[in-house]
Each structure stands twice: as C-alpha cells, then as structure tokens.
C-alpha cells in the first residue's frame, strides 16, 4: 500500500515539474520583455518611457539578461525554498498577492461546486425515477443544452441582461467600493450580491455534468431489488428516491465532486473576468498583459496545485466509500 501511495505521489510530483517547466517557458515565448512592454503604448493606465540602457539596467537587476537555463535552475531553487519571486509589475512578492486573491477564487468555486452538486443530483434523481416520461425527456433536453455553454458565455448572457439590462445585480467587482458598512451583515450581503451572477455562471456549468452522472447512478440503483421490495411496502415516494436510492448512489456523486473543484478552477478564471471579480482569473489576464513572467508562474503552479490536490482527495474518498477500490489496487501490486 505505501508503494502504491509512493507511485501516484512521484506521478503528481512529476506532474508538477513538467507543469512548472511549462510555465517558465510558455511567457518567454511571447514577443519581448516586461520592461519593452511596459514603456509601450498598449499598457494602458503605464505612462513609464524606459532608455534602452534602463531597459537593460532592469533585466540585470532581475536576471532576465541570463541564459534562459541558467534563470530556469534559479528559478526552481528558489521554488524549492518556498519563494514563487517578485512580481515586476506590483513590486510585491507573488506569494502574498496570490493569497490575497485567491479567497476570492475559492469562495467561487466552492459555492458553485456546492449548488451544482445539490441541484444536479436532485434532477437527477427526478429524471431517473420518471425514466422515459415527458419529466425525464424534457430535463434531459434542457440539461444536455445548457451544459454545452461555455461558462463565460452564460456569464456575458446574466450580465447583460440582469446586471445591464435589469439592474439586479453589479455589473462588476466583488464588493461596493468605498462603502461605509454599518456593521458586517451589510458588508457579508454586498459580497454576497455581487457573487450571486459569478456563481450562477459556474452552476449552471456544471450542472448538465452532475445531473448527468446522478442520472445514470440513480437508475442503476433503482433497478435494484430492494428498491422493488421498497415500493411494494408502499413507502412515499420521497423516501425511496432520498433515503433508499439516492444514498447507495452517492459514490460516484461525491467522487465527481472533488473532480469537479479542479475543473471548476479552469472555468472561474474565465468567469471572473467577464465580471471584473477580484480572484486569479483577472489577476491571471493582467499578468500576461504585462508580461510579468513570475506572477504568471506563481498563478498557474497554484493552479495547478489546487487541480492537483483536488484530484488526490478524490482517490482517496472513493477508496475510503469503496474499499474494493483499494483492495483491488493491492491485488495488481
């Protein structure tokens, strides 16, 4: 079993270097340098002219003038001691601007993931106890639709027409700037009601997706026996699909879950800048604008870590609902 747990660790491992090589090679693939892009006209609010002989006075400074595998090594020792570097756009380390954005970004995900499983495994186990009637079809139909909607899509569609159009919502941030929050429930509901349109954009998603899987879950077990012996007893209808069925159908439910974090990630980095919400997403668009190679590669090594970290909880729930799962990976070993 340790071997095992030492196998899919060194893949994760490897996962990680590949993915952290990637990174700090993809920005030096762009056209030019930070310092040549921001003296140019296209970085908007920058109003900074660099000399060429500032210009290398600051790829000096930083280390940008040296050989690209001599920056790479650099760069992966002071990753191994913890430091992600210094962002030359914010003059802050990336670490600490990472983490003040990413509260944001996880607040997002998680809430989407929480309704989207919520109301997807009820549908679907509606569907599936209608199985072929006019209920099931037209839940189906509306399902497989709206799950081939890119989440940024269905972002632009709520923010024109209930943020622009209907003035429901905020049309962007998180938060009312500059408000004078007479205690915290105000300020906790200003938050809330600018997350409300980020988060729907993320359920509705993800929610063909869940429904899908619970769908199929829920009528295998309601083919089961002790179901037919349920419902020969009577008991409400209610009880058999929520207490009886939905309960032994849970396991690939909750492993979806888990699975649906990392994915969910990928989606609110879109979603978060169709909104102008403050998470990793609009921070990940204003890094490339700049080219500012380490907080793009603070960004998705974080990233990745999170889809990573993600997909390790989802083995282990389902080898902790399933010990089959674990006993049968033992047997192969």
């Known amino acids: 079993?340790?071997?095992?747990?030492?196998?899919?660790?060194?893949?994760?491992?490897?996962?990680?270097?590949?993915?952290?090589?990637?990174?700090?090679?993809?920005?030096?693939?762009?056209?030019?340098?930070?310092?040549?892009?921001?003296?140019?006209?296209?970085?908007?609010?920058?109003?900074?002219?660099?000399?060429?002989?500032?210009?290398?006075?600051?790829l000096e400074f930083y280390g940008l003038?040296?050989?690209?595998?001599?920056?790479?090594?650099?760069?992966l020792s002071e990753l191994c001691r913890g430091n992600l570097g210094f962002s030359l756009y914010y003059n802050a380390p990336v670490s600490s601007i990472i983490l003040n954005r990413l509260g944001w970004t996880v607040f997002l995900v998680l809430a989407a993931v929480f309704f989207s499983t919520l109301i997807g495994a009820a549908l679907g186990s509606i569907?599936?106890?209608?199985?072929?009637?006019?209920?099931?079809?037209?839940?189906?139909?509306?399902?497989?639709?709206?799950?081939?909607?890119?989440?940024?899509l269905l972002g632009l569609i709520l923010l024109f027409g209930l943020a622009a159009g209907?003035?429901?919502?905020?049309l962007s941030g998180a938060i009312t700037h500059f408000a004078d929050y007479q205690h915290l429930w105000s300020k906790i509901l200003d938050i809330l009601h600018h997350s409300i349109l980020p988060i729907t954009a993320l359920t509705?998603?993800?929610?063909?997706?869940?429904?899908?899987?619970?769908?199929n879950s829920m009528t295998t077990v309601l083919a089961k026996d002790y179901i037919r012996t349920a419902q020969a007893k009577g008991l409400l209808k209610k009880r058999i699909i929520?207490?009886?069925?939905?309960?032994?159908a849970?396991?690939?439910?909750?492993?979806?879950?888990?699975?649906?974090?990392?994915?969910?990630?990928?989606?609110?980095?879109l979603v978060e800048n169709v909104f102008?919400?403050?998470?990793?997403?609009?921070?990940?668009?204003?890094?490339?604008?700049?080219?500012?190679?380490?907080?793009?590669?603070g960004i998705f090594l974080v990233v990745t870590i999170l889809v990573l970290l993600a997909n390790f909880t989802s083995d282990l729930v389902y080898k902790k609902l399933d010990p089959r799962v674990g006993q049968l990976e033992v047997a192969q070993k």
């Not at 003038?65 to 760069?75: E, G, M």
């Not at 849970?250 to 980095?269: D, E, N, Q, W, Y």
């Open 166 to 170: 209907l003035k429901l919502f905020p």
């Open 204 to 215: 509705i998603a993800r929610l063909g997706g869940m429904y899908l899987l619970s769908r």
């Open 250 to 269: 849970l396991l690939p439910i909750v492993t979806r879950v888990f699975l649906s974090i990392g994915g969910l990630v990928g989606g609110a980095i």
């Open 127 to 152: 569907s599936a106890w209608h199985r072929e009637k006019w209920v099931d079809k037209t839940l189906y139909a509306l399902m497989i639709t709206i799950s081939e909607i890119p989440a940024f």
């Open 276 to 297: 102008a919400y403050p998470g990793l997403g609009l921070l990940m668009r204003q890094s490339v604008m700049y080219h500012d190679y380490p907080l793009i590669q």
């Open 65 to 75: 003038n040296k050989p690209v595998l001599s920056q790479y090594f650099a760069y």
């Open 242 to 248: 929520y207490r009886h069925a939905l309960k032994n």
């Open 1 to 58: 079993m340790k071997g095992i747990k030492g196998g899919r660790l060194g893949e994760y491992l490897l996962t990680i270097l590949i993915v952290v090589t990637l990174n700090f090679m993809l920005p030096r693939a762009m056209p030019g340098d930070p310092f040549l892009f921001l003296s140019g006209e296209e970085a908007g609010d920058i109003v900074v002219s660099y000399s060429e002989e500032q210009r290398q006075l600051y």
